[in-house]
């Protein structure tokens, strides 16, 4: 079995902004520059014949680029929040992909989980039920007119997550253009 998702990767003028924000992260942990990534699609453990099929049928999938934009920081989980993320902003075309490609994995049998889709980027990680500081509620109000200009992405991945006690690993198994 291997622990797969498709993703938007990022331009590196987007990721090196991204990074600069992590800068001065009072707690959390980062996630690793090479591991910034917009998921559409978390598939979970899925066996090779599965994957294999979702890559005939995802080298079929036609969509057009999409515009994006990162405008704000937000957390997941409340008074104990999970994550750190950047908001992503898009139109429309976004969440039709997103539709397409969760349907597009369920028809090669992989038990998508049912989650409302949320474009965002993790920034940061946080301990389980930890909650956070007074140093990281300033850490948010200073950074609370973050925003980067759109920038258009042309393609998006299958990639494969190996955990490690330090940190997942990501790596891209296959890319698929957004050409139209």
């Known amino acids: 079995m291997t622990r797969a998702f498709l993703a938007i990767p990022l331009p590196d003028d987007v990721i090196d902004a991204l990074t600069r ?7 959390g ?4 520059h090479d591991n910034l990534h917009l998921t559409l ?11 294999e099929d979702l890559h005939d049928t995802l080298s079929a999938v036609r969509a057009g680029p999409i ?20 908001r992503v902003v898009a139109g429309p075309e976004l969440g039709a992909l997103q539709t397409r490609l969760e349907s597009t994995a369920r028809r090669a049998k992989i ?8 474009p965002h980027v993790t920034l940061a990680r946080f301990r389980p039920g ?51």
């Open 41 to 51: 699609v978390f598939l979970g453990d899925v066996g090779a014949e599965a994957l």
């Open 130 to 180: 930890g909650g956070v500081s007074d140093g990281f509620h300033r850490y948010l109000v200073d950074r609370a007119g973050f925003a980067l200009p759109a920038f258009d992405v042309h393609r998006f991945s299958l990639y494969t997550s190996t955990l490690y006690e330090d940190g997942p690993v990501y790596d891209v198994l296959a890319e698929y253009p957004l050409t139209g």
């Open 67 to 86: 515009t994006l934009r990162i405008d704000g920081l937000d957390l997941f989980g409340g008074e104990r929040p999970r994550s750190l993320w950047a």
């Open 29 to 32: 942990r980062a996630v690793a």
């Open 21 to 27: 924000v992590q800068q001065g992260l009072p707690e």
């Open 111 to 118: 038990d998508v989980p049912r989650r409302r889709f949320v």
